[in-house]
């Protein structure tokens, strides 16, 4: 009870914090594991982010710490900036579990912030789902393991219960591509609700079928070792190099093999290497190490 003179203070709680490089991998890759991070990429100049920023920030708070929010001002953190391929601002991005699952660029009227931050809220612990998403967990897990056509039918069975669940058709469109059925894949891929055929999971797999793609056509790998020893400048014999090294799973040594080819000549066939670098590291798990550490030597390229 309050006595007379004093007043209530306001709920000041916060659940929005600004992050730079050294705490990224901290609040936001870490911290999704347990609860959704939505990441506002913006910078002091610009105007749509003055506006789309504060309503984020309200919604973000309004949720009680159902999700969490992160501020990125790309001026001060280019690296971050470059190894998620922010293009234009304001982008934001949302994160559950180490994995982008919804993003947008510019901005948005209040009443879709609101939907927007919900929807973000709703992917995290505890959401009334029907099980889906421990389906799906298990259906990964088979995956990791081998067991491609019980993970496969999985994946299957949570698009036919729910039609736009991301993680069920990107399921599907992996399981077919490590299956090799890349052109299945493909078709499958083009049948997918269009609500849901711009999210990051999706360009993953999208990735990963040119990928496959690719892998069909490699040349043989000792020839074009040779090829690249014997002229080191021979930049077509080092970037099907690299394809090949891909498809017979050194997926490590093609980044390296492109970084090199980067290197030497970054503008060579309009900028193939750096294209080729970023279908692979789409097509790898944001957290994972070779996509990681990938990104930081191409960024560290650019900005020399």
């Keep these: 009870m309050l006595e007379l003179g004093q007043t209530q203070e306001p709920n000041t709680e916060t659940h929005v914090k600004d992050v ?16 959704p991070v939505i990441v506002d990429f913006w910078a002091p100049w610009c105007g749509p982010c003055k506006t789309l920023g504060p309503g984020l ?6 949720a009680g710490g159902a999700v969490k929010m992160a501020k990125v001002d790309v001026d001060q953190n280019k690296q971050i900036a470059a190894q998620l391929q922010i293009q234009s601002i304001p982008t934001v991005y949302a994160f559950w579990q180490g994995q982008p699952i919804d993003g947008f660029q510019g901005a948005l009227p209040p009443s879709e912030i609101g939907k927007f931050v919900e929807k973000v ?22 995956f990791d393991a081998g067991e491609l056509d019980d993970a496969l039918q999985i994946y299957q069975a949570v698009t036919e219960e729910d039609p736009v669940n991301v993680g069920g058709h990107a399921g599907v469109i992996k399981s077919l591509v490590a299956l090799g059925k890349a052109d299945d894949a493909e078709a499958t891929l083009n049948g997918i609700p269009a609500e849901i055929a711009t999210d ?9 079928i040119d990928l496959a793609k690719q892998a069909e056509n490699a040349g043989p ?4 070792k040779a090829a690249v020893e014997a002229d080191p400048d021979n930049h077509q014999a080092r970037f099907d190099l690299a394809t090949a ?21 970054r503008e060579w ?27 930081r030597k191409l960024s560290s390229m650019i900005f020399l």
């Design 200 to 208: 990051p999971q999706i360009e993953a797999v999208r990735a990963q």
């Design 20 to 35: 730079d490089e050294a705490t990224f991998m901290q609040e936001v890759i870490e911290a999704s594991q347990t609860v």
């Design 245 to 265: 090294l891909h498809a017979a799973g050194d997926t490590e040594g093609a980044v390296d093999m492109l970084l090199e080819l980067f290197k030497r000549d």
């Design 221 to 224: 790998e000792a020839e074009l």
């Design 121 to 142: 809220a709703a992917a995290g612990p505890g959401a009334p789902d029907g099980g889906l998403s421990d389906a799906i967990e298990a259906a990964d897990a088979m």
């Design 269 to 295: 066939n309009d900028g193939a290497a750096k294209a080729q670098l970023f279908t692979i590291f789409e097509a790898l798990k944001p957290q994972d190490p070779i996509a990681l550490n990938g990104r």
């Design 57 to 62: 920030e309200e919604a973000v708070n309004k």
